[in-house]
């Protein structure tokens, strides 16, 4: 049994593997090497200002430097440590946990985490351009752009230009690794779980982290609008967030927040999710309420999206939606009670074990409930009046999202034997959980003491300092805690106990019946629970190797007479792929490419301000960027990349919608809400302006309903291009695709013909709100526009050699994005050049 | 405001200060949160020794294969499923779910009673405006100082903020009131002066590199001294104006000044309206500074 293969895969010790590998195991490894050590990134800026926090005054940073420090802390450590560390847990277990043999889309997996990557060098590298963004991770506007004619005063708090517009750049890629990430999990949870495991027999960890990307999806589609719209400001210069403008603080906080609050358990759920494995593992005993609580994190997730607004208690908005918001605020804290006391009755009449992750898992559990009763003094307004701002909300979130630290530092002593094979030093493990458990509260409980320190200052009262040295003492020891946990893992893994497949008893998920560290293609054949119980299921011969508890299965267990049937009726064969056609592929260099692409492109873009270049050296980066980008994009498409899908799988509620297309349909359910946020936007500030006192930009409609003319014509042309390729045809299909792209080129082109008048007469998307607006939103659409037509040239490239003949999947594909596009047209038409 | 909705303050909150307001609800929540906390924590640490693994027997009945299946301790190649017990967990879910819902309602109260700005028709008025890391105040009758507010004792004043460029917030600990001062809007709200005395105002929301010591001196003063102050002011009133144009210019190469006030110090009556200003001490920008 060949379950090894290589499949052009380098062997481990080789860099080369690193670079090309799109197995999901390995993905994961990199995803949690690297986080670690943004973790140990954010920890150092974090002691350098507590360092500075000793005592009152300046120390050892500027105010520039010390606002630099705390604003990339709080980026870092949110963004490029904590989703990403998470994550890598989840490309490792999740697959495994669904019996899928790897993510639905591997190269893509690949790419987000390339993307990751680059996008957190682009970070670090923001601080040596002059300075890193130094506005708090909130960005708060207007401090977070610069205003050069609109108000005409001095403003002596800008943030550097070229630094800071990088740290933005680099969140924006950030956000593109996210997204392309978490297509790539929906459709695999949604699409790719194993025989006989419907949504609810998911484990409770793939459940968190299934809520966790349906969160992500929309929220970072929020935060996508909401960065381009800043990177609108910084770069061409209009002033959406002008501080006096229709748009400014508030635009900000609200598209910022209603990212922002998703965000906070987005962070928490894979946490959550660790917190239950562990618990059941180690407690030995099933997850009590499991459907309930798995229905409190569905509600959680829902209403997730109902409570940003008290982030904004003291701002000027009305006292009703103040109330609503307190409201839903609340009762988002109770189904976390409920999770809570789950996890405590799951306790009762267990066997409980010690063990190390078990000890972080429990920790994380007094560590969660401590913030969680805080956080509900911050749910009541009249406190909130005078916590805004201050120390008790850094103490509050630190005890719950770094409780959710907790739980993942678990996950790594939990899993860590499956990954390596090697099993970590206990005693160690130990050791770490007290010093991290005193250094944590030590850190983080004085804080509340000290309350009334504001935020993000080095000055405080001087009575408060005891408490603050406290906290310096508490952050040295909670980050020295770490150095035990990089002595134990390196050397566990180079010399440790050898792991079995299950060193934990109790622990049931599928990860554990196979061995340590799992094969390449993590099993043979296709796992099944369609009798109720794990096994392997050979659909070729017919022949079953059946999981008992520990025992490996490659080797043939009990052969248990199981023929490969479809049993339920939910179970959907896919009819074109078996798993034994072609051996699946495992490498690929355009991943890699792509990334380094898009590194340069984004680098690039950083020396723009203000519709102006003030470095020309980014330019050869820029130029670079793009070429690379499209070159290995280019590739992408052109390679020949086998990733099967399972003969028989769970797909509801996903049955007979293939697997690329529901690829785009979550795609673009995440574009839908980056264009409801900047529709949204318009909304907002034209309804600020004064609806009936706006001008609209375009002074005549005509050019924009021949537009609307020809695009809707396109879209017919691509439903031709599809029925063509379905029949066969291919003249028919690459004169409809080259009539497609000629109609959306004339879109182009008028509105071109339209903007070049518009300048000739000096209005700029700089010139006023109402420009900014226009011109932002159209050039949105317009690049989406592009995008297709980059899209369509290389279909066209393809299909002149004769592909999607019969297969007419990907002219499918194309049509659905094209559709959306022409839609958001017929929104945006009405309403930038008739209403 | 919904003035029927007053109706429904309890007779607690009318007639409080907002520091009485805030003390007796925080207390409150602070008596009830950490019982709560200390109750729930005791019993997930007393529940987990309790049911430690003693290396003791076996458990027939929950590893029977004929038990039911909530029963059984998960063993590898079960398919997921909960482990029942569901009664408990909705008592304890309930008992909390009612804690904090009715904690809430009862802050809801209070909530009505400080938005409705009580008893504030006649009550002096202060405009604050943040800017250049800075707190400007313009009193009624068109005075204005820098980064000192200047309030009569034991009444109750009404606060409009903004600001002049970013996003501040401005608030004064001791008197428990707090404002996000934000450009384009104006926010209201409230305090009760109460003793006379020197406070402390600072900026709660970061907004540039003089965040950190963006302060104002608050001096309550005697009624009868205010408004001898605030008359004289009004009248001598272009030394006011000259100080605050020789303040606010200054701040043009910004990143090394902060107007920061000693809040040790006592303050002198006769120097009403003056800025003093210090130098934080800076040692080299560790980061490139900003333009």
Known sequence: MSMDHEHHLPPMSSVRRWLVTTNHKDVGILYIVTSLFFLVAGGILALLFRIQLWSPGASILSASAYNQAV???????????LSPFAFGFANYVVPLQIGAKDLAFPRLNALSYWLYLFSGLLVLASFFQGGAFQGGWTMYAPLNVEMAEATGGQLPMFTPSVGGTMTILALTLFVISVTVGTINFLVTIHRGRAEGMGLWQLPMFSWSILLTVWMMLFAFAALLAALVVLLSDRIVGTTYLAATGSGGSLLWAHIFWFFGHPEVYIVFFPALGVMFEAFQSFCGRRLVGRKWVILAMILVAVQSFLVWMHHMFLTTINLEIKTLMMASTIGISLPFDLMVFSMIYTMAKGKIRFTTPFLFSLGALVLFIVGGITGVFLGAIVLDYEFRGTYWVVAHFHYVMVAGVTALIGGLYYWFPKMTGKMYDERLGKLHFALYFVGFNLLYFPMFAAWKTPRRVFEYATGLT???????????????????MFYNLYHSFLSGEPAGDNPWEYAATTEWAIPSPPPLENWAGRVSFADGGLSFVDDEDDRAHAADGGERTTDGGTAVGRPAVPTGATATPTPTETTHDREPDHASIWPLGVGVGLFF???????????????????????VGLGVTLYSSYQFGMESFHAPEPAIAERWPFDGVEKGKLGVWFFLASDVVVFGALIGAYMFIRINFGWADWHNVPPDALPGLVNTLVLLTSSFTVVLAM?????????????????????????????????????????????????????????M?????????????????????????GDDEPVEYFGLYWHFVDIVWVLLFPLFYLL | MSSPALVFVPLQFAEQSRAEIFQSIFEVFLALGTLVGVVVIGYTLYNAYKNRDDGAEVDAAEDAADGAASKKRPRVGDLPSGGGGGRKLFLSFAISAIIVVGLIIWTYSALLYVEGQPNTADAEQVNITGEDFTWQFEYENGVTTVNELRVPANERVVLQASSGDVWHTFGIPEKHVKTDAIPGQTSTTWFDTGE???????????????????????????PEAYEAWLTNQSSGGNES????????????NGDN??????????PTPAAAGEAVTGTTPMTAHAGGGIR
């Open chain 1, 71 to 81: 604003t990339v802390h709080g980026l870092v450590m949110v963004f490029w440590f």
């Open chain 1, 466 to 484: 005891p408490w603050h040295q406290l906290a310096t003492i508490g952050g040295f020891v909670l980050g020295g805690s770490f150095l035990v």
């Open chain 1, 601 to 623: 492109l984004f680098a690039g873009l950083s020396a723009f301000r203000q519709g102006e270049l003030v470095q020309t050296a980014y330019l050869a980066p820029l130029a």
């Open chain 1, 723 to 779: 029925v063509y390729a379905e029949r066969g045809s291919k003249r028919g299909l690459v004169g409809s695709l080259v009539a497609t792209v000629l109609l959306g080129l004339t879109f182009l082109g008028i509105k071109a013909w339209e903007w070049s008048h518009e300048f000739a007469i000096g209005v700029y998307p700089w010139s006023g709100i109402e420009e900014s607006v226009y011109y932002l939103t159209t050039g």
């Open chain 1, 781 to 805: 659409h317009g690049f989406h526009v592009i995008l297709g037509m980059i899209v369509a040239l290389f279909m066209i490239y393809r299909a002149s050699g004769g592909a999607y003949l």
């Open chain 2, 196 to 222: 006379t005395g020197e406070y402390r105002a600072e900026c709660f929301e970061l907004c540039g590199t003089g965040h950190s010591g963006m302060e104002a001196t608050v001096i309550v003063m005697e």
């Open chain 2, 241 to 252: 104006a000259s100080e605050n144009e020789s303040a606010t210019g200054d701040q043009s």
């Open chain 2, 257 to 266: 000044e902060s107007n920061r006030l000693d809040a040790a110090a006592s």
